[in-house]
């Protein structure tokens, strides 16, 4: 195997499991209390803000930040016991999920002092929310070919123009990490003059407008910046770094729990079917996807473990994501072809209603966050292919 | 002492020619011989059983060499399955260059003997089918039932008819008549005859890994040499995307796998375990044998070449020490033992 895609094994830690027992328990509380319901694909379409404070109430956001940020200096490993179970339960973790994941972590790593200490705090209280202004109209896969602009004004601030789209709950968070191009495009550094801003919401000039999905749903937005005027302050990091950047915050976005068990409560519902019923075939359809969830699971806990240690896996990040993503859709349709259950959200069988979130849902898991023709050309270049 | 260990049996592989597998040449018994003589066939053994000593990582990385090697030798029943169940019934182990193979599928009932010879005695009925290595091994582990529960005898096979059948790759894996022979045997719980059926599910994972990552490996350096339209075939988007997915299967089953032997090595109960692993494992043969052959054109597909001999094997060792259907529904089962709410509980546990 090239060291390039070699993981080394973890150790399960007690203090990983401690923790997860604490947040099965407080599930299991607030699933009886009623304050959610269990769904698929919660880290898109679950917000809940209310859910989001009492996580971090109980310091399980921020995870691995140092204190003086609101953090709790715990390990990745920890973290990612808990990402686990609030997934599993189908918890509606979508309001901070992106902030708690990458955008905290990409401040901590390029942020200054004040933006730090005014915003990391905030996040890890469950109460500052993210998003990621990255795509564009024009630019999905090809991200360095974006087209939207900050210039410097007389007084030192950024004058933002141009348009983001697919950004994610856009309509309920604070902040959008926004990668910008400010220096014109170099058709022979395609990589350079690229920066990201930190930009409020709420300023003059942003506006969001809904992009719906194929259900209905109202989970990603365009976001129109014209003339929007961010303080100068609010570069992340450094001018022309942006590139760099946002390859570093992929590692994080790539590689959690939630690029394979985005579909897992369509697993739970199927196992109380094959519980039922006893059927030799349907319980080796339940074998079969949860060997293919456990492999998933020591890869993805050793790219925690990498993280513990510092490094950045990007290229094992890129092919877990494929692996995982392709797993959470291929779900739908073993578990469709052992039951004969028709998908509705009407359904009156539990089955049938996770059938058909996780079917109207099922063609983002393989595009979101980088689609997987581009993750496998990563691999590729993992390989030594390219 | 791992990497040396590796060392040397790489070193005794690259000695010898790939072995084509006919029914007259059911086995590289020179192969054999010289692991036996370096004393390969006994790690994991304990000196004071004759053995050379070492740990199960080393015996499990002995096993994973020999298999990329495509050996045609029973290192993976003797050293992962059969030695360690003799030992830990304590019964006699056999001279570590004698090979021993296992027949844990049982189809074999064994009978106490009352006629002096002490508890330890069984007479064993019946035929031992799907035997790795039939023929060839001198010694066979057959785990019997008896009315008194599961048994574990030790036969001296040498010389005993034997009927041939071959898996995809010219193995043996032909049946044995036991009718009426006695053997040495112990008696074990049936959460003990689980976890020997379990060892040889992890034992055929274990290669499959090894074997898969090899494919790999001979993939991607084929496409770095063939070229067509100019350009090695590895230049190409489409070649690239497969190669990718395959790297895929390969990295997942290789942490699975190499997980479950780990949870093994700190005592963990190793049936669910070995069950995802070896459903794993298997599951990815589809995808890495199809496309290794896709990228490889023609060449691959003769016997001149050397991808076959991993390709077959992989998929036979698939469905063999247990299908991967059977095995995926030990562990459908044994997720589902609390009850379906406990299923992600149980998910956790199982690594
Ligand atoms: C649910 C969801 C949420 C999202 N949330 C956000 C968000 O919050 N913020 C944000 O910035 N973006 C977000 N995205 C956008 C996402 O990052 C893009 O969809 C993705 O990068 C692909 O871009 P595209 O949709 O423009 O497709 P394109 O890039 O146009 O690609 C279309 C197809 O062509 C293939 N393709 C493109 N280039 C190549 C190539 N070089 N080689 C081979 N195949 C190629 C792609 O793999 C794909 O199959 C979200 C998307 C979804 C579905």
Same mark, same amino acid.
């Given at each position: 195997?090239?060291?390039?895609?070699?993981?080394?094994?973890?150790?399960?830690?007690?203090?990983?499991?401690? #923790?997860?027992?604490?947040?099965?328990?407080?599930?299991?509380?607030?699933?009886?209390?009623?304050?959610?319901?269990?769904?698929?694909?919660?880290?898109?379409?679950?917000?809940?803000?209310?859910?989001?404070?009492?996580?971090?109430?109980?310091?399980?956001?921020?995870?691995?930040?140092?204190?003086?940020?609101?953090?709790?200096?715990?390990?990745?490993?920890?973290?990612?016991?808990?990402?686990?179970?609030?997934?599993?339960?189908?918890?509606?973790?979508?309001?901070?999920?992106?902030?708690?994941?990458?955008?905290?972590? !990409?401040?901590?790593?390029?942020?200054?002092?004040?933006?730090?200490?005014?915003?990391?705090?905030?996040?890890?209280?469950?109460?500052?929310?993210?998003?990621?202004?990255?795509?564009?109209?024009?630019?999905?896969?090809?991200?360095?070919?974006?087209?939207?602009?900050?210039?410097?004004?007389?007084?030192?601030?950024?004058?933002? !123009?141009?348009?983001?789209?697919?950004?994610?709950?856009?309509?309920?968070?604070?902040?959008?990490?926004?990668?910008?191009?400010?220096?014109?495009?170099?058709?022979?550094?395609?990589?350079?003059?690229?920066?990201?801003?930190?930009?409020?919401?709420?300023?003059?000039?942003?506006?969001? !407008?809904?992009?719906?999905?194929?259900?209905?749903?109202?989970?990603?937005?365009?976001?129109?910046?014209?003339?929007?005027?961010?303080?100068?302050?609010?570069?992340?990091?450094?001018?022309? !770094?942006?590139?760099?950047? #946002?390859?570093?915050?992929?590692?994080?976005?790539?590689?959690?729990?939630?690029?394979?068990?985005?579909?897992?409560?369509?697993?739970?519902?199927?196992?109380?079917?094959?519980?039922?019923?006893?059927?030799?075939?349907?319980?080796?359809?339940?074998?079969?996807?949860?060997?293919?969830?456990?492999?998933?699971?020591?890869?993805?806990?050793?790219?925690?473990?990498?993280?513990?240690?510092?490094?950045?896996?990007?290229?094992?990040?890129?092919?877990?994501?494929?692996?995982?993503?392709?797993?959470?859709?291929?779900?739908?349709?073993?578990?469709?072809?052992?039951?004969?259950?028709?998908?509705?959200?009407?359904?009156?069988?539990?089955?049938?209603?996770?059938?058909?979130?996780?079917?109207?849902?099922?063609?983002?898991?393989?595009?979101?966050?980088?689609?997987?023709?581009?993750?496998?050309?990563?691999?590729?270049?993992?390989?030594?292919?390219? | 002492?791992?990497?040396?260990?590796?060392?040397?049996?790489?070193?005794?592989?690259?000695?010898?020619? =790939?072995?084509?597998?006919?029914?007259?040449? =059911?086995?590289?018994?020179?192969?054999?011989?010289?692991?036996?003589?370096?004393?390969?066939?006994?790690?994991?053994?304990?000196?004071?059983?004759?053995?050379?000593?070492?740990?199960?990582?080393?015996?499990?990385?002995?096993?994973?060499?020999?298999?990329?090697?495509?050996?045609?030798?029973?290192?993976? /029943?003797?050293?992962?399955?059969?030695?360690?169940?003799?030992?830990?019934?304590?019964?006699?182990?056999?001279?570590?260059? /004698? =090979?021993?193979?296992?027949?844990?599928?049982?189809?074999?009932?064994? /009978?106490?003997?009352?006629?002096?010879?002490?508890?330890?005695?069984?007479?064993?009925?019946?035929?031992?089918?799907?035997?790795?290595?039939?023929?060839?091994?001198?010694?066979?582990?057959?785990?019997?039932?008896?009315?008194?529960? =599961?048994?574990?005898?030790?036969?001296?096979?040498?010389?005993?008819?034997?009927?041939?059948?071959?898996?995809?790759?010219?193995?043996?894996?032909?049946?044995?008549?036991?009718?009426?022979?006695?053997?040495?045997?112990?008696?074990?719980?049936?959460?003990?005859?689980?976890?020997?059926?379990?060892?040889?599910?992890?034992?055929?994972?274990?290669?499959?890994?090894?074997?898969?990552?090899?494919?790999?490996?001979?993939?991607?350096?084929?496409?770095?040499?063939?070229?067509?339209?100019?350009?090695?075939?590895?230049?190409?988007?489409?070649?690239?995307?497969?190669?990718?997915?395959?790297?895929?299967?390969?990295?997942?089953?290789?942490?699975?796998?190499?997980?479950?032997?780990?949870?093994?090595?700190?005592?963990?109960?190793?049936?669910?375990?070995?069950?995802?692993?070896?459903?794993?494992?298997?599951?990815?043969?589809?995808?890495?044998?199809?496309?290794?052959?896709?990228?490889?054109?023609?060449?691959?597909?003769?016997?001149?070449?050397?991808?076959?001999?991993?390709?077959?094997?992989?998929?036979?060792?698939?469905?063999?020490?247990?299908?991967?259907?059977?095995?995926?529904?030990?562990?459908?089962?044994?997720?589902?033992?609390?009850?379906?709410?406990?299923?992600?509980?149980?998910?956790?546990?199982?690594?």
């Amino acid at each position: 195997m090239p060291s390039t895609l070699t993981l080394a094994p973890v150790v399960p830690s007690a203090a990983a499991e401690q #923790v997860r027992a604490e947040v099965r328990e407080f599930l299991a509380a607030e699933l009886a209390a009623g304050t959610f319901t269990t769904h698929v694909d919660t880290w898109l379409s679950g917000v809940d803000p209310a859910f989001s404070r009492k996580l971090g109430e109980r310091g399980w956001l921020g995870m691995t930040w140092p204190r003086r940020y609101g953090g709790h200096e715990r390990t990745a490993m920890e973290r990612y016991a808990v990402t686990e179970e609030l997934l599993a339960a189908g918890a509606p973790v979508a309001a901070h999920w992106i902030a708690d994941r990458q955008s905290g972590p !990409n401040l901590l790593r390029y942020g200054t002092e004040a933006q730090r200490a005014e915003i990391l705090p905030r996040i890890a209280a469950g109460e500052c929310y993210f998003v990621i202004g990255m795509s564009e109209p024009d630019s999905g896969s090809d991200l360095a070919s974006i087209r939207t602009r900050a210039t410097r004004n007389g007084d030192g601030d950024w004058v933002v !123009n141009g348009a983001k789209v697919w950004t994610s709950n856009a309509h309920t968070s604070h902040y959008a990490i926004t990668l910008v191009r400010t220096s014109p495009a170099d058709p022979a550094h395609r990589h350079a003059g690229l920066s990201q801003l930190l930009v409020d919401l709420s300023l003059p000039g942003i506006t969001v !407008n809904p992009i719906r999905i194929l259900d209905g749903g109202h989970h990603f937005n365009e976001v129109v910046f014209d003339d929007v005027v961010v303080p100068g302050d609010m570069l992340l990091g450094e001018e022309g !770094n942006g590139w760099h950047q #946002v390859t570093a915050e992929l590692a994080f976005e790539r590689s959690g729990p939630e690029r394979f068990l985005s579909t897992y409560p369509l697993i739970a519902e199927f196992a109380r079917r094959v519980a039922d019923s006893g059927d030799p075939a349907q319980l080796a359809t339940l074998g079969r996807v949860s060997a293919r969830l456990l492999a998933l699971r020591q890869l993805s806990l050793r790219i925690a473990g990498a993280l513990d240690r510092g490094e950045l896996p990007d290229i094992p990040a890129a092919l877990v994501k494929d692996v995982g993503t392709t797993f959470e859709a291929d779900v739908i349709d073993e578990v469709r072809r052992a039951v004969d259950v028709p998908a509705s959200l009407d359904s009156p069988d539990p089955l049938g209603r996770a059938l058909a979130e996780a079917q109207l849902h099922a063609p983002g898991y393989t595009l979101r966050g980088g689609t997987n023709e581009i993750l496998r050309g990563i691999v590729a270049r993992g390989l030594g292919l390219r | 002492m791992r990497d040396l260990v590796v060392a040397t049996v790489r070193d005794i592989l690259a000695a010898h020619e =790939p072995f084509v597998l006919t029914r007259e040449r =059911p086995w590289d018994s020179g192969l054999w011989a010289e692991l036996a003589e370096a004393g390969l066939t006994g790690v994991g053994i304990p000196e004071e059983a004759g053995g050379s000593g070492g740990e199960l990582a080393d015996a499990v990385a002995i096993v994973a060499t020999l298999a990329a090697g495509a050996a045609a030798v029973p290192v993976a /029943e003797q050293l992962l399955v059969a030695a360690p169940a003799v030992l830990a019934a304590d019964l006699d182990l056999p001279a570590p260059d /004698e =090979p021993l193979s296992a027949a844990v599928d049982g189809a074999v009932t064994a /009978e106490p003997r009352d006629d002096g010879d002490g508890p330890g005695s069984w007479t064993l009925i019946g035929t031992a089918t799907d035997v790795a290595w039939a023929g060839v091994a001198q010694h066979l582990v057959v785990l019997a039932g008896s009315p008194v529960g =599961p048994v574990l005898a030790l036969v001296d096979v040498a010389g005993r008819e034997t009927t041939h059948a071959a898996n995809l790759a010219g193995e043996p894996r032909g049946s044995l008549v036991l009718q009426g022979v006695t053997a040495a045997g112990a008696l074990l719980t049936e959460r003990q005859a689980d976890e020997l059926r379990a060892r040889y599910a992890l034992a055929r994972a274990v290669q499959l890994s090894a074997a898969l990552e090899q494919v790999l490996a001979w993939t991607v350096q084929y496409a770095g040499e063939r070229q067509q339209f100019g350009r090695p075939l590895g230049k190409f988007q489409a070649v690239q995307m497969q190669l990718a997915e395959m790297a895929g299967e390969v990295t997942a089953v290789a942490a699975l796998v190499d997980s479950a032997v780990q949870a093994i090595e700190r005592g963990d109960s190793p049936v669910l375990a070995a069950a995802a692993a070896k459903v794993r494992a298997g599951s990815a043969v589809e995808v890495v044998a199809r496309l290794a052959h896709q990228v490889h054109g023609a060449i691959g597909f003769t016997q001149e070449h050397r991808l076959h001999h991993l390709t077959r094997r992989c998929w036979s060792w698939r469905d063999e020490a247990g299908t991967e259907t059977a095995w995926a529904r030990v562990l459908g089962a044994g997720l589902l033992a609390d009850g379906p709410d406990a299923l992600w509980p149980a998910l956790t546990r199982v690594l």
